[in-house]
């Protein structure tokens, strides 16, 4: 478990992200928690570089919606990468498991079946505190760290197309 704030990151290290298009899918639930974690996300694309224009966002109700609204997205948006942004929070039933294990696998299968990453940062805590504390709280901002994470695949992705196209 995370105890220190691990959204700091040295941006000399990150790809320039002026060329790149961003889908951000974003989850209704917990809107205190997921529009959070989606501001930290875009304002950390902009600073890596993203042209504002170049940020599209969409809403879904839940996080088990999240799959097919990233699907969409890679369906008919040309986007370099996407983050899926949700909050699941542990209660008295088994919903929390099957929420948390369906969206994962989802997201792992649009990751193995297209040439778009989908990142996750769907926030699978057992208190609302412990999410408000990973969303701009003490222990930082799970969007930042997935917009980071977001330009450097982006940016494979566009290595990899450009090696492919000359043959390797």
Not at 9 to 14: E, L, P, R
Not at 48 to 53: F, P, S, V
Not at 76 to 100: L, M, P, R, W, Y
Request: charged share 20%; proline share 2%.
């Amino acid at each position: 478990m995370a105890t220190t704030n691990l959204s700091y990151y040295d941006k000399k290290t990150i790809p320039n992200a002026k060329t790149f298009r961003f889908g951000i899918v974003v989850s209704e639930w917990n809107p205190d928690v997921t529009r959070n974690l989606e501001k930290g996300a875009i304002e950390t694309l902009i600073a890596c570089g993203a042209l504002k224009e170049n940020i599209i966002s969409w809403d879904v109700p839940g996080s088990f919606e999240l799959v097919y609204g990233c699907k969409r997205m890679i369906q008919s948006q040309k986007v370099d990468a996407i983050i899926a942004i949700g909050n699941v929070i542990q209660g008295e039933t088994k919903h929390f498991d099957f929420v948390c294990e369906g969206v994962t696998q989802g997201i792992i299968d649009l990751n193995v079946k297209h040439d778009v990453p989908v990142i996750f940062c769907v926030l699978t805590d057992n208190t609302k505190q412990q999410s408000l504390d990973r969303s701009g709280g003490t222990l930082g901002n799970k969007g930042i760290e997935c917009a980071v994470a977001a330009v450097k695949m982006a940016a494979l992705k566009n290595i990899a197309r450009k090696s492919e196209s000359i043959g390797f």
